[in-house]
Protein backbone atom coordinates (compact mmCIF):
# COMPACT_ATOMS: atom_id res chain seq x y z
CA UNK A 1 0.00 0.00 0.00
CA UNK A 2 1.11 3.64 -0.63
CA UNK A 3 1.41 6.16 1.89
CA UNK A 4 -1.39 8.26 2.62
CA UNK A 5 -1.70 12.00 3.59
CA UNK A 6 -3.78 12.36 6.88
CA UNK A 7 -4.98 15.69 7.98
CA UNK A 8 -6.69 16.64 11.18
CA UNK A 9 -9.62 15.85 9.43
CA UNK A 10 -8.59 12.51 8.68
CA UNK A 11 -5.91 11.83 11.12
CA UNK A 12 -8.19 9.95 14.44
CA UNK A 13 -10.67 7.67 11.46
CA UNK A 14 -7.58 6.20 10.08
CA UNK A 15 -6.17 5.53 14.03
CA UNK A 16 -9.43 4.13 14.71
CA UNK A 17 -10.10 2.13 11.84
CA UNK A 18 -6.71 0.04 11.36
CA UNK A 19 -4.71 -2.22 13.58
CA UNK A 20 -1.26 -0.65 12.99
CA UNK A 21 -0.36 3.06 11.69
CA UNK A 22 2.96 4.56 11.04
CA UNK A 23 2.67 8.08 10.57
CA UNK A 24 5.61 10.26 9.31
CA UNK A 25 5.66 14.37 10.09
CA UNK A 26 7.43 15.89 7.49
CA UNK A 27 7.84 19.01 6.06
CA UNK A 28 8.90 19.79 2.37
CA UNK A 29 11.60 21.99 3.30
CA UNK A 30 12.93 19.70 5.72
CA UNK A 31 15.83 17.42 4.09
CA UNK A 32 16.18 14.38 6.08
CA UNK A 33 12.30 14.45 5.78
CA UNK A 34 13.30 14.38 1.71
CA UNK A 35 15.58 11.48 2.29
CA UNK A 36 13.23 9.10 4.58
CA UNK A 37 10.40 9.59 1.89
CA UNK A 38 11.52 6.63 -0.26
CA UNK A 39 12.52 4.23 2.48
CA UNK A 40 9.07 5.29 4.05
CA UNK A 41 7.51 4.38 0.82
CA UNK A 42 9.38 1.37 0.29
CA UNK A 43 8.36 -0.22 3.67
CA UNK A 44 5.22 0.73 2.85
CA UNK A 45 5.38 -1.38 -0.06
CA UNK A 46 6.31 -4.42 1.88
CA UNK A 47 3.83 -4.21 4.76
CA UNK A 48 0.74 -4.07 2.85
CA UNK A 49 -1.19 -4.61 6.44
CA UNK A 50 -0.16 -1.51 7.77
CA UNK A 51 -0.92 2.25 6.90
CA UNK A 52 1.97 4.26 6.18
CA UNK A 53 0.86 7.71 6.76
CA UNK A 54 2.17 11.51 6.17
CA UNK A 55 1.27 14.64 8.04
CA UNK A 56 2.96 17.66 6.58
CA UNK A 57 3.55 19.79 9.52
CA UNK A 58 3.30 22.91 7.52
CA UNK A 59 -0.02 22.14 6.37
CA UNK A 60 -1.03 20.55 9.29
CA UNK A 61 0.20 23.14 11.78
CA UNK A 62 -2.84 22.45 14.80
CA UNK A 63 -2.10 18.53 14.22
CA UNK A 64 1.43 18.90 14.96
CA UNK A 65 0.87 21.34 17.68
CA UNK A 66 -1.43 17.94 19.10
CA UNK A 67 1.00 15.49 19.20
CA UNK A 68 4.22 18.26 20.55
CA UNK A 69 5.99 17.44 17.26
CA UNK A 70 9.22 20.06 17.95
CA UNK A 71 11.52 17.92 15.38
CA UNK A 72 11.31 16.73 12.22
CA UNK A 73 11.14 13.78 10.53
CA UNK A 74 9.25 12.83 13.46
CA UNK A 75 7.67 8.74 13.46
CA UNK A 76 4.83 7.58 15.45
CA UNK A 77 3.14 4.31 15.24
CA UNK A 78 -0.33 3.17 16.74
CA UNK A 79 -1.28 -0.28 17.56
CA UNK A 80 -4.94 -1.09 18.68
CA UNK A 81 -5.49 2.66 18.54
CA UNK A 82 -2.56 3.11 21.12
CA UNK A 83 0.53 5.09 20.65
CA UNK A 84 3.45 2.61 21.10
CA UNK A 85 5.80 4.68 19.71
CA UNK A 86 7.13 8.20 18.71
CA UNK A 87 10.87 9.68 18.30
CA UNK A 88 12.10 12.19 16.32
CA UNK A 89 14.55 11.53 13.32
CA UNK A 90 15.08 9.74 9.89
CA UNK A 91 15.59 6.08 10.34
CA UNK A 92 17.60 3.87 7.88
CA UNK A 93 15.71 0.63 6.16
CA UNK A 94 16.91 -1.31 8.50
CA UNK A 95 16.18 0.46 11.54
CA UNK A 96 12.64 0.65 10.69
CA UNK A 97 12.17 -2.45 9.52
CA UNK A 98 13.47 -3.07 13.19
CA UNK A 99 10.69 -1.32 14.44
CA UNK A 100 7.95 -2.70 12.52
CA UNK A 101 8.70 -6.32 13.53
CA UNK A 102 8.65 -4.92 17.44
CA UNK A 103 5.62 -3.53 16.63
CA UNK A 104 3.63 -6.26 15.23
CA UNK A 105 5.26 -8.60 17.92
CA UNK A 106 3.87 -6.67 20.67
CA UNK A 107 1.60 -8.16 23.14
CA UNK A 108 -1.19 -5.75 22.85
CA UNK A 109 -2.82 -7.29 25.80
CA UNK A 110 0.24 -6.22 28.31
CA UNK A 111 0.46 -2.92 26.50
CA UNK A 112 -3.30 -2.09 27.63
CA UNK A 113 -2.44 -3.32 31.23
CA UNK A 114 0.48 -1.07 31.47
CA UNK A 115 -2.04 1.68 30.16
CA UNK A 116 -3.90 0.95 32.97
CA UNK A 117 -1.43 0.79 35.22
CA UNK A 118 -0.12 4.15 34.57
CA UNK A 119 -3.41 5.67 34.28
CA UNK A 120 -4.07 4.23 37.86
CA UNK A 121 -0.78 5.39 39.38
CA UNK A 122 -1.37 9.17 37.93
CA UNK A 123 -4.85 9.41 39.59
CA UNK A 124 -3.69 7.42 42.84
CA UNK A 125 -0.79 10.15 43.03
CA UNK A 126 -3.03 12.96 42.32
CA UNK A 127 -4.90 11.58 45.39
CA UNK A 128 -1.97 11.48 47.67
CA UNK A 129 -0.96 14.72 46.59
CA UNK A 130 -4.16 15.96 47.97
CA UNK A 131 -3.83 13.93 51.12
CA UNK A 132 -0.33 15.63 51.70
CA UNK A 133 -1.59 19.48 50.95
CA UNK A 134 -4.37 18.76 53.89
CA UNK A 135 -1.96 17.19 56.58
CA UNK A 136 0.38 20.08 55.55
CA UNK A 137 -1.93 22.52 55.94
Request: aromatic share 8%; hydrophobic share 40%; net charge negative.
Amino acid sequence: MATVELTKDTFEEAILSNDTVLVDFWAEWCGPCRAFAPVFEKLSEEHPDIVFAKVDTEAEQELAGYFQIRSIPTLMAFRDNIGVFSQPGALPEKALADLIEQINGLDMDEVRREVADHHDHEHADHDHDHETESAQA
